[in-house]
Antibody, heavy 118, light 110 residues
Framework: QVQLQESGPGLVKPSETLSLTCSVS????????LSWIRQPPGKGLEWIGY???????NYNPSLKSRVTISVDASKRHFSLKLSAVTAADTAVYYC????????????WGQGTTVTVSS | QSVLTQPPSASGTPGQRVTISCSGD????????VFWYQHLPGAAPKLLIY???QRPSGVPDRFSGSKSGTSASLAISGLRSEDEADYYC???????????FGGGTKVTVL
């Protein structure tokens, strides 16, 4: 059973870069995508972007200029980098195995809270 | 402002049927599958319905999904206290080339 776990700093200063890691255990994400999603306080879910197992990426147009998703050589640690953060980037960040538009996001991490504040 | 529109809240007594709507347009719901996620406080979101009306293994058949045109619905029959959660609809958007979500509907069991 594949499990995902997000990790990273809980506090980031405005204008700095938010960096999170999604660690995969109990298997691999297989030939699927790894998506990042966030939920600002009191708001709904927002898709940030994904990386395909081959390494290709696709980002939400509203965040594209600031987002980078990458993976290490083991394919077990996916990273999310969001640059020039503001208070509007304060949110719970989730990673999820994305089995495409046919099957949806079927495995999610517990989420990690990131606060942007000086 | 979410791309997909959901009512902010819905409620019912135990045993009742509750329906949640999700409205989109031709670039998302109108031309792609709809998914529903259940989000309990402090927990990871859980895939509840995929491909409009399919249930993953382990999801009770009290949960059902449907779609008509550019709108979709999630129905919860035989409402139970453990169904209290936030429910989100999602779909692929061809114009944005990405996933879009609804704003979420909080279901309360009275």
């Amino acid at each position: 059973q594949v499990q995902l776990q997000e990790s990273g700093p809980g506090l980031v200063k405005p204008s700095e870069t938010l960096s999170l890691t999604c660690s995969v255990s109990g298997g691999s994400i297989g030939s699927y995508y790894l998506s990042w999603i966030r939920q600002p306080p009191g708001k709904g879910l927002e898709w940030i972007g994904y990386m395909y197992y081959s390494g290709s990426t696709n980002y939400n147009p509203s965040l594209k200029s600031r987002v980078t998703i990458s993976v290490d050589a083991s394919k077990r640690h996916f990273s999310l980098k969001l640059s020039a953060v503001t208070a509007a980037d304060t949110a719970v960040y989730y990673c999820a195995r994305d089995r495409t538009t046919l099957m949806g996001m079927d495995v999610w991490g517990q989420g990690t809270t990131v606060t942007v504040s000086s | 402002q979410s791309v997909l529109t959901q009512p902010p809240s819905a409620s019912g007594t135990p045993g009742q049927r509750v329906t949640i709507s999700c409205s989109g347009d031709s670039s998302n719901i109108g031309s792609n599958y709809v998914f529903w996620y259940q989000h309990l406080p402090g927990a990871a979101p859980k895939l509840l319905i995929y491909r409009i009306s399919q249930r993953p293994s382990g999801v009770p058949d009290r949960f059902s999904g449907s779609k008509s045109g550019t709108s979709a619905s999630l129905a919860i029959s035989g409402l139970r206290s453990e169904d209290e959660a936030d429910y989100y609809c999602a779909s692929w958007d061809d114009s944005l080339s990405g996933w879009v979500f609804g704003g979420g509907t909080k279901v309360t069991v009275l």
